[in-house]
């Protein structure tokens, strides 16, 4: 158990429909990281969230937005869904210390858009 | 981002030691090397990490070129639980007080047999 719990984990919906994932990192960690897995593309990077703050943006679709909340929890929304956009969603987090430290993954969500 | 190679896929025995390369021929002199691991249907999971030292943890050895070009993830007596996809990657070292991202290659798929 990585200490950064993901919901849902699995989620079915219809193209053009919204959906938002939720993140809750590892006590204390400020840093939060979002990933999509798709077969094709591998683990992409989409953003990164560092005490409320955006701190660095990836091959993030416009459809999609993100922001992390005082509590540190994180909340990716994906909008006017398409079928491509049917993968692995993960959210990590990590602690303040550089980049000695170690990225903590959840399990993930996986989005099915039909 | 600087480019880590990796070979695609890698086979091994059981008990035996597996030695897991990758080359960085374009790494900063402030490029971290770390190693994450995805095991069938979860997220990364970090393995070890080093700037110029070899390094040893309970999971694996990294062994790092003395120019840093080079390094291998050394797992020392491979179990079936070992089978997963190992990525290589270097992680710029940024100012105290912040985290970078890890930008995820391809990495290797390991499969370890009876």
């Known amino acids: 158990d990585s200490g950064v719990t993901q919901t849902p984990k699995h989620l079915i919906t219809a193209t053009g429909q919204r959906v938002t994932l939720r993140c809750s990192p590892r006590s204390g960690d400020l840093s939060v990281y979002w990933y999509q897995q798709s077969l094709d593309q591998g683990l992409q990077f989409l953003i990164q969230?560092?005490?409320?703050?955006?701190?660095a943006k990836g091959n993030i679709l416009e459809r999609f937005s993100a922001q992390q909340f005082p509590d540190l929890h994180s909340e990716l929304n994906l909008s006017s869904l398409e079928l491509g956009d049917s993968a692995l969603y993960f959210c990590a987090s990590s602690a303040v210390g550089g980049n000695t430290g170690e990225l903590f993954f959840g399990e993930g969500s996986r989005l099915t858009v039909l | 981002d600087a480019k880590t190679t990796q070979p695609n896929s890698m086979e091994s025995n059981e008990e035996e030691p597996v030695h897991l390369p990758c080359n960085h021929s374009t790494i900063s002199g402030t490029d971290y090397i770390h190693w994450y691991r995805q095991l069938p249907s979860q997220g990364p999971e970090y393995v070890i990490h080093?700037?110029?030292s070899n390094v040893n943890n309970r999971m694996a050895s990294l062994a790092i070129a003395e120019d840093r070009k080079s390094s291998t993830l050394i797992l020392h007596r491979a179990t079936l639980r070992d089978a997963a996809v190992y990525y290589c990657i270097l992680r710029d070292a940024l100012e105290p007080g912040t985290a970078s991202k890890l930008t995820f290659g391809t990495g290797t798929r390991l499969q370890v047999t009876l």
């Open positions: 080093g700037l110029t």
């Open positions: 969230y560092y005490n409320g703050e955006e701190r």
